[in-house]
T-cell receptor, first 113, second 112 residues
Framework: DTEVTQTPKHLVMGMTNKKSLKCEQH?????MYWYKQKAKKPPELMFV???????INESVPSRFSPECPNSSLLNLHLHALQPEDSALYLC????????????FGQGTRLTVV | SQQGEEDPQALSIQEGENATMNCSYK?????LQWYRQNSGRGLVHLIL?????REKHSGRLRVTLDTSKKSSSLLITASRAADTASYFC????????????FGTGTRLQVFP
């Protein structure tokens, strides 16, 4: 199983809503990532978890709150977002073998209205 | 901040032609990777080249790395319409970091 599964595929939320994005991998990878991608731009790193601990936070606003409940799951909790936060949110995982190549999910297309 | 810049930003070719994309980066690296992204979907890893390697091949893909110039190129030979996608280089600065930073990307269009 070489898949990273993200849910939901699409999400529309208001600026006062609270929602969560979910990501799951069953490859036994120790590192999991959240990237944000705007249209026609490269993915921008947001957070990295290593062995279920937050290891990298790229100065992301606190309205984005990551959580890693166990080694297979990664959540991104969203609260009080702005329209400019609308983007494709990508989850990925990697391990120390094969040079830390990333396995990506298909992403969640988020629209904030 | 982005580590890599790619050129061209966009490339249009006919099926059967070769496509070359270039990536330049700013700091020393442990490895450089190339990814492909079909419109609005997740990225797929294509090939990884380590800092002590100069060239790698995988099927119709050829990647070169010049650490003295801090640049890499991806060559797709005998392109197909199905190769239409965005291509990104990504760099990892050292062996002990999980941080992978993506370049600006090249949008490739292959016409049948």
């Amino acid at each position: 199983d070489t898949e990273v599964t993200q849910t939901p595929k699409h999400l529309v939320m208001g600026m006062t809503n609270k929602k969560s994005l979910k990501c799951e991998q069953h490859m036994g990878h120790r590192a999991m990532y959240w990237y944000k991608q705007k249209a026609k731009k490269p993915p921008e790193l947001m957070f990295v978890y290593s062995y279920e601990k937050l290891s990298i936070n790229e100065s992301v606003p606190s309205r984005f709150s990551p959580e890693c409940p166990n080694s297979s799951l990664l959540n991104l909790h969203l609260h009080a977002l702005q329209p400019e936060d609308s983007a494709l949110y990508l989850c990925a995982s990697s391990d120390t073998d094969r040079g830390f190549r990333l396995f990506f999910g298909q992403g969640t297309r988020l629209t904030v209205v | 901040s982005q580590q890599g810049e790619e050129d061209p930003q966009a490339l249009s070719i006919q099926e059967g032609e070769n496509a070359t994309m270039n990536c330049s980066y700013k700091t020393s690296i442990n490895n450089l990777q190339w990814y492909r992204q079909n419109s609005g979907r997740g990225l797929v890893h294509l090939i990884l080249i380590r800092s002590n390697e100069r060239e790698k091949h995988s099927g119709r893909l050829r990647v070169t790395l010049d650490t003295s110039k801090k640049s890499s190129s991806l060559l797709i030979t005998a392109s197909r319409a199905a190769d239409t996608a965005s291509y990104f280089c990504a760099t990892r600065r050292s062996y002990n970091t999980d941080k992978l930073i993506f370049g600006t990307g090249t949008r490739l269009q292959v016409f049948p």
